[in-house]
């Protein structure tokens, strides 16, 4: 909050020129703080992927630049050969990275450096894994789960049809405790 355009006089009564003045433009810089960074952990292929890396106290404002294995993400993928293949779009004045679709070789311990005019400050890395998703077993896991619960279903009718869920009270053997009249204290006998 000191940065201001100041105002400095002098006077000199006895020289020839008796006041004079200069105004001075003062600027405080504040390096960056360590930035908050925000890469999600596992992201499946072809999926868009967004990372984040922000901080608020330098002053002036930062700018960012991403690093996967401490190499650096160029903003322009299109000027850099090496970068060519990939689907990212990085903004250095928000922080943002965000990938459109990721591919395995997308998959990486991500950084992120914020810069102004008074230092950076870089947060730590994070894994980001980018996994395939195996439809083949996903498909056969629901196949394996059908099956198990037609044969439980098959079973239970199969018992049921050779009596083994057959009602007691067809045989004579239920028994049913007699109800308690109402306004009556019952009293079990050793007997009963």
């Not at 060519?84 to 943002?96: E, F, K, R």
């Not at 057959?166 to 306004?183: I, V």
């Amino acid at each position: 909050m000191d940065t201001a355009t100041y105002r400095c006089e002098v006077a000199a009564p006895s020289d020839t020129k008796t006041i004079d003045e200069i105004n001075i433009q003062l600027t405080v810089q504040v390096k960056p703080v360590t930035p908050r960074c925000t890469v999600p952990k596992a992201v499946p292929v072809g999926k868009t992927a967004s990372l984040h890396c922000h901080e608020n106290e330098g002053f002036p404002k930062s700018t960012y630049s991403w690093y996967r294995n401490s190499e650096p993400l160029s903003p322009d993928t299109k000027s850099n050969a090496k970068f060519q293949n990939s689907s990212y779009s990085l903004n250095p004045t928000t922080g943002t990275l965000v990938f459109h679709a990721v591919h395995k070789g997308d998959t990486g311990r991500y950084s992120c450096i914020a810069t102004n005019d008074a230092g950076f400050a870089k947060c730590e890395e994070q894994e980001m894994e980018v996994y395939d998703l195996n439809i083949g077993g996903i498909i056969g896991g629901v196949l394996v789960v059908v099956a198990v619960l037609v044969l439980i279903t098959l079973g239970i009718c199969c018992a049921y049809r050779r009596g083994y869920f057959a009602n007691s009270k067809e045989n004579g053997e239920s028994y049913k405790t007699p109800a308690k009249p109402d306004g009556v204290n019952y009293i079990r006998t050793d007997d009963e």
